[in-house]
């Protein structure tokens, strides 16, 4: 396989980018030949962005597995597609060829079908980061389930919330997942979750730690005692086969749940034809990938990075990803360091706040170790504050390496502003250009489009690319309301951006009500309701402020009933229902108890004047005249932190 699309030099980047823009049909079709179609498609693109509909590939069919695994097997199946490290560095290392894959993948399809799962029915995916979760993934899409994977770290409430939103039938899940030296019981979590539920039919049960689990007869089923029964049926004379579910370009693969500034998590839908080519495209591009490099994405496969950097942006191009079970700072802060020199690392993509972590070591855990595989190094999920980047360029890259500072979201499917790592030039703390495709514009509070350099605003997208979101499940006008409202014809990202004296896009953060608390999205609303949940809790109201590793921290003020009561042991009480209610991603750093907080007459929270105060900014915090009471704000900054 070759990739005539991978752009080799700053000028013809130019010249892809002009022609994605004044031509993006001809652009896609050119690229969209290289790929496995059951059917061709009678148009490429059609859309708007005011109901929104999108279509990409209109009456073509495809399934997104015969592009991952069935048509690098001539060539390449006997090359590895997967590796994975355990989290403990003294058990065994597992590397998967493109055949074996294809076995496993076939296996769990059957297994499915077998299951009673068809086509469109919802799979819910609990898994820690085993080989397994991906052929999970991969299963499902074989026979056109959609998966929904859920992040490993969230609770059995918001995995309650998830599957009945999804209106899941099935649960995929271990008995437990290892990280660190912590063995978490996930089947446990699926039980609490699944009290009340009367919508899931199985619950598919891997082992990996061999802890006890309970079993609940009829409903609960060992994935081992499946996939034996699925291989005898899936192999016939040494041949193993299961035919690929022929998809509709525009068939949802699968529902992401992502936080937003008000309500709930949203359940963001992909489809199928649109989002494999924007991995492919995007993964290709921004780390340059050649076939036989090892990538290694650090994420967890419960967030989109996982989804599109581990498992379908790779695969789809034949390469070698790498899959890691545990944490970075175990058994030692040198753990990625090790990883990297024990598989030969090409290309290493992790996020800003794991960088700062690891630098709070110093120097000592990088010593001895062999970082010379590294070509190249990616950032996401933050913007990458400029120290954190020169050290990661020169500690980790040894002044070699170039890095791709990758900004995106949940909704974009893939990359859409970034360097191209050695092809176009990079910029500290800077994620530089669009990719071909993408349209950004800034546009000020009114909607108005913000023209020439030197300039900032609010970041939107112009034009429809192949990864865009489709829709959000079950609720399309939130979808509308959400990315398509604020301005008209744009998509809204929720993020404000700067434009350089030369074009290059600087990612300042978001200017909605969602927190980025160590790369993971947090909605404010959302901490706020869990604390409310809290028998004692009045009322509350959360912001963020800067944190030093995590890039964002969580500060909440709590009106509670009684004056005289143990903050200590108040505040302990709110944290467990923050980790019952969503998971300890989301617990506060920092809670203050306050008597009433800075409405404004119409009953309205400040949240300017509550962020100010986090901030320690108390000089600044501008006109209060208008609160209801403005003496509140008084008292709040001398009880402040
Ligand atoms: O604020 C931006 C920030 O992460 C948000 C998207 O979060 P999520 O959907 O969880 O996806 C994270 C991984 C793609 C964005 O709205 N963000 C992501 N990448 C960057 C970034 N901010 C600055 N620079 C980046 N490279």
């Not at 690229?31 to 279509?55: G, R």
């Not at 403990?88 to 009673?116: F, W």
């Not at 437990?176 to 009290?195: F, H, M, Q």
């Not at 014809?489 to 993020?495: E, I």
Request: glycine residues 10%.
């Amino acid at each position: 396989m070759t990739f005539s699309y991978q752009i080799k030099s700053l000028e013809k980047y130019r010249e892809a980018y002009q022609k994605s823009i004044e031509n993006p049909e001809a652009f896609w079709e050119e690229i969209a030949a290289h790929f496995t179609w059951q059917k061709k498609w009678d148009t490429i693109l059609s859309y708007n962005f005011i109901e929104p509909k999108i279509e990409w590939f209109g009456g073509a069919k495809l399934n997104i597995t015969e592009n991952c695994i069935d048509r690098h097997l001539a060539n390449r199946g006997e090359e590895i597609a997967i590796i994975w490290e355990p989290n403990d560095p003294k058990e065994q290392v597992r590397s998967i060829t493109y055949t074996e894959l294809h076995k496993q993948v076939c296996m769990v399809a059957q297994m499915l079908t077998n299951l009673g799962v068809k086509k469109g029915d919802r799979v819910c995916i609990y898994m820690g980061m085993v080989p397994e979760l991906t052929f999970a993934i991969l299963g499902c899409a074989r026979i056109g389930a959609i998966h929904s994977v859920i992040f490993g770290g969230f609770s059995a409430q918001s995995i309650s919330d998830r599957l009945a939103d999804a209106q899941a039938g099935y649960i995929i899940t271990c008995d437990g997942a290892e990280r660190g030296n912590k063995t978490i019981n996930l089947k446990s979590v699926i039980d609490d979750a699944l009290v009340g539920n009367e919508q899931v039919k199985k619950v598919i049960v891997f082992t990996r730690s061999k802890i006890p689990v309970a079993m609940q007869k009829g409903r609960d089923t060992w994935w081992e005692d499946e996939m034996e029964q699925a291989g005898q049926q899936v192999e016939k004379n040494g041949v193993v086969s299961f035919p690929a579910e022929p998809m509709h370009a525009e068939d949802p693969l699968f529902i992401l749940y992502t936080s937003g500034s008000t309500g709930k998590p949203k359940g963001v839908v992909h489809s199928t034809a649109g989002y494999l080519l924007w991995t492919n495209y995007t993964f290709l591009n921004v780390f340059q990938y050649q076939l036989g490099q090892v990538h290694f994405c650090t994420a967890d496969i419960g967030w989109i990075t996982g989804h599109s950097y581990i498992v379908y942006g790779p695969l789809s191009a034949g390469g070698t990803t790498l899959m890691f079970e545990g944490i970075p700072t175990w058994p030692d802060a040198g753990r990625f360091w090790d990883i990297v020199a024990k598989h030969k690392v090409n290309i290493l993509y992790t996020a800003p706040t794991a960088i700062r972590s690891l630098m709070a070591f110093g120097l000592e855990p990088l010593k001895n170790k062999d970082l010379s595989s590294l070509q190249v190094l990616g950032s996401v999920g933050e913007p990458i504050n400029e120290e954190a980047w020169h050290w990661f360029s020169q500690h980790i890259g040894k002044g070699n390496c170039p890095i791709v500072d990758t900004w995106w979201q949940t909704e974009t499917g893939g990359i859409m502003i970034s360097n191209l790592a050695g092809i176009t030039p990079q910029k500290p703390a800077h994620a530089t250009l669009p990719l071909p495709g993408v349209i950004p514009v800034l546009v000020d509070e009114n909607g108005i489009e913000i023209i020439g350099n030197g300039v900032s605003g609010n970041l939107c997208i112009k034009q429809a690319w192949p990864g865009i979101i489709r829709t959000t499940y079950g609720d399309h006008e939130r979808c509308k309301t959400n990315y398509f409202s604020t301005y008209p014809n744009l998509y809204f990202t929720g993020d404000g951006c700067l434009r350089d004296e030369v074009g290059n896009y600087r990612i300042t953060g978001r200017v909605d009500d969602v927190l980025n608390v160590s790369g993971h999205r947090i909605g404010t609303a959302e901490v706020e309701n869990a604390i409310n949940r809290h028998s004692g809790v009045i009322e509350s109201a959360v912001v963020g402020y800067p944190h030093d590793v995590k890039g964002q921290g969580i500060y909440a003020y709590v009106i509670f009933e009684e004056s005289n009561h143990n903050q200590n042991l108040t505040k302990q009480d709110i944290l467990q229902t923050v980790t019952r209610i969503i998971g300890p991603i989301a617990k506060p750093d920092k809670i203050q108890f306050v008597l009433g907080l800075p409405k404004t007459r119409s009953g309205k929270i400040m949240r300017r004047i509550l962020r100010k105060i986090a901030e320690g900014e108390t000089q600044s915090i501008g006109d209060t005249s208008t609160l209801l009471d403005p003496n509140i704000v008084d008292d709040i900054i001398a009880g402040a932190f």
